[in-house]
C-alpha cells in the first residue's frame, strides 16, 4: 500500500490520523507541510483544499481526518475504527461530528488569532516546525498569519467565545468519556477526533490548569504525549476569567503535560 501523509506537528487532526495509522500498523511516509504554506504546498502536491492531514492512499488523495478515517477504514478493516453494533456507531460519528465541526475549531481559533497578535506564538510555530532562520520568518508572517486568521473567522469575538465555551465543550468530551463513546483501550475514530482536540487545549499554556482538571485530558494524554507544548502564554488575562469556578477539578484530572 502506498500511504503518504502531509501534515506538520501543531495540527491535531493531523496527530488523530498519525495515531490511525500507527493503530491499524501501516506504514507510512510523510511530509511535514510549513504552516501558513499549506495551500501552496498541498495544491503543488495534486490536493484540491489547503488543509492538512491530507493523504496520498494507493493513488488517491484524501483530506481532512473523518474522510481519512472511512478510506482507512476501507483498506485495513482491522481493528475496527468504529464499534460494529449500529447503535454504537451511530454514537460514534455523532460525536466524531461534533469533534470535527465544534470542538476542533476551539484551539484552531485560539492558535490563528494569537498568531497575528503575538509574535511570541510566532517564534514558537517556526521554532516547531524547524523553519530556517525562524526568528526573521516569525517577523515576517505578519500577513500570513492574517489571512489565516480571516479564512475561519478567527476574530477578537470568535477567540474570546472559544475560552468561554471551554468548560462546556470538555465537560461534553468528560461525558462521552464517561459512558465509553470514547475508549482510549480500544481507540475509535471519534476517540482519537475528539481526543487529539482535548490535547491540543492542554497543551496551551493559558488553558493548561483548566482543561488538566477533566478527565478527558488525562485520556488525551496517554494517546497523544508527544503533542507540542506548551504553547507560549498570550491569551488576555480578562478572557481567562470566564474560567473561574469552572468546578471541573475533580482530583481526576492528572495535571501532567509533556
Do not use: C
Not at 475504527?81 to 476542533?104: H, I, V
Not at 482538571?213 to 508527544?226: K, N, Q, T, V
Amino acid at each position: 500500500m502506498e500511504a503518504r501523509l502531509y501534515w506538520f506537528p501543531a495540527s491535531h487532526p493531523a496527530a488523530a490520523v498519525r495515531k490511525m495509522l500507527e493503530l491499524k500498523g501501516i506504514d507510512y511516509d510523510s511530509v511535514n507541510v510549513v504552516p501558513g504554506m499549506q495551500r501552496i504546498q498541498l495544491r503543488l502536491a495534486g490536493f484540491r483544499g489547503g488543509t492538512v492531514p491530507a493523504m496520498r492512499l494507493d493513488g488517491r488523495r484524501v483530506q481532512g481526518s473523518m474522510r481519512i478515517a472511512r478510506a482507512l477504514e476501507q483498506l485495513v478493516p482491522e481493528p475496527p475504527l468504529f464499534p460494529d453494533d449500529p447503535a454504537q456507531r451511530a454514537r460514534a460519528e455523532e460525536a466524531e461530528r461534533w469533534g470535527d465541526e465544534e470542538l476542533q475549531n476551539a484551539p484552531r481559533l485560539l492558535m490563528r488569532w494569537g498568531l497575528v497578535h503575538d509574535m511570541g506564538l510566532r517564534r514558537w510555530l517556526t521554532d516547531q516546525s524547524h523553519m530556517p532562520m525562524s526568528g526573521l520568518a516569525a517577523r515576517g508572517s505578519g500577513p500570513t498569519a492574517r489571512y489565516y486568521a480571516h479564512v475561519i473567522g478567527a476574530n477578537e469575538d470568535t477567540a474570546r467565545r472559544a475560552v468561554e465555551e471551554l468548560p462546556e465543550l470538555l465537560g461534553r468530551a468528560d461525558a462521552l468519556l464517561a459512558d465509553h463513546t470514547l475508549d482510549v483501550e480500544r481507540p475509535n475514530a471519534a476517540t482519537l477526533q475528539i481526543l487529539s482536540s482535548v490535547r491540543a487545549l492542554d497543551s496551551f499554556d493559558d488553558l493548561h490548569e483548566h482543561v488538566a482538571a477533566h478527565p478527558a485530558a488525562s485520556a488525551a494524554l496517554a494517546l497523544f504525549p508527544g503533542f507540542p507544548g506548551p504553547v507560549p502564554r498570550f491569551i488576555p488575562s480578562a478572557w481567562l476569567r470566564s474560567l473561574e469556578g469552572d468546578g471541573a477539578g475533580s482530583g481526576e484530572g492528572s495535571g501532567a503535560r509533556s
